[in-house]
């Protein structure tokens, strides 16, 4: 089965993409392309589906890096590959040409980041935490770090859990409330004490503050099984684990 990828024409002509879970080796409720490590996925499955996508990148397995991601604001530079031992991170930049930066998400946001004057390009996870911390601002600094420049920074939100799927309970809310009252503006009202979060409408918010232009692909995790992989639908189907997405870019 052929990879599917999406792409944003903000990042072209870079090669890139936001991969679905189609094209892939696994199967039950791995089924296509996991790209996940830290599943219980087998891990010589994995090893494949993630050199179909290094493949499809046009470099060699070891040059498709990725850092170990703990919801953090942390960024990597990175100049070559990074071996077995990954640090800990969520974000990454490269001026090196031919290193393919790779996020995995299976919910929360992957963004894509591109200067494609300065040659510099940028990959972050942003779930809720990150993306509060400010993960994707850290991303645009360790570019500007590099040599880019904040004002033709490019950057795409991949797919994402959308609002309507993402239902989170009153501390939730009072969390982001303590930061800046005016995040109140991404939550809307829910079932009893419940809200739902806009997480990709808060990414957007967060890079466009930050001086960059953004945009969002608009396809939803939770909401469509069948090209994409959900940590929220796993739980609600009381599934045993979940496939993690990718989504990469290279110089």
């Avoid at 993409?17 to 599943?39: D, H, I, W």
């Avoid at 004057?117 to 601002?137: C, P, Y």
């Avoid at 503050?209 to 099984?225: I, K, M, N, P």
Wanted: aromatic residues 8%; glycine residues 10%.
């Amino acid at each position: 089965m052929t990879l599917e990828i999406i792409t944003s024409d903000s990042l072209s002509p870079l090669r890139h993409g936001f991969f679905t879970r189609r094209g892939g080796a696994s199967s039950g409720v791995f089924a296509g392309l996991n790209c996940g490590a830290g599943s219980s996925d087998q891990s010589e499955i994995v090893a494949i589906n993630r050199a179909r996508v290094a493949d499809a990148m046009d470099v060699p397995d070891e040059q498709l890096v990725g850092v170990h991601q703990v919801h953090s604001a942390k960024v990597e530079v990175v100049d070559g590959p990074l071996g077995f031992a990954k640090p800990q991170a969520d974000a990454m930049v490269t001026k090196t040409p031919g290193i393919a930066l790779g996020v995995l998400t299976a919910d929360c946001q992957p963004v894509l980041f591109a200067d494609h004057d300065a040659g510099v390009v940028g990959a972050a996870h942003a779930g809720w935490r990150g993306a509060l911390d400010g993960v994707l601002e850290a991303t645009i600094d360790a570019m500007i770090a590099l040599g880019a420049t904040r004002d033709t920074i490019k950057a795409a939100i991949g797919p994402s859990i959308s609002q309507r799927a993402y239902e989170v309970g009153p501390e939730f809310l009072d969390t982001f409330l303590a930061e800046d009252p005016q995040y109140a503006r991404f939550f809307v009202n829910g079932v009893e004490d419940k809200f739902h979060f806009d997480l990709p409408g808060f990414g957007l918010y967060k890079l466009r503050s930050a001086g960059v232009d953004a945009e969002w692909t608009r396809h939803c995790t939770y909401s469509d099984a069948d090209r994409f992989y959900s940590y929220r639908r796993t739980t609600h189907a009381r599934e045993a684990d979940y496939g993690r997405l990718i989504s990469v870019i290279r110089l």
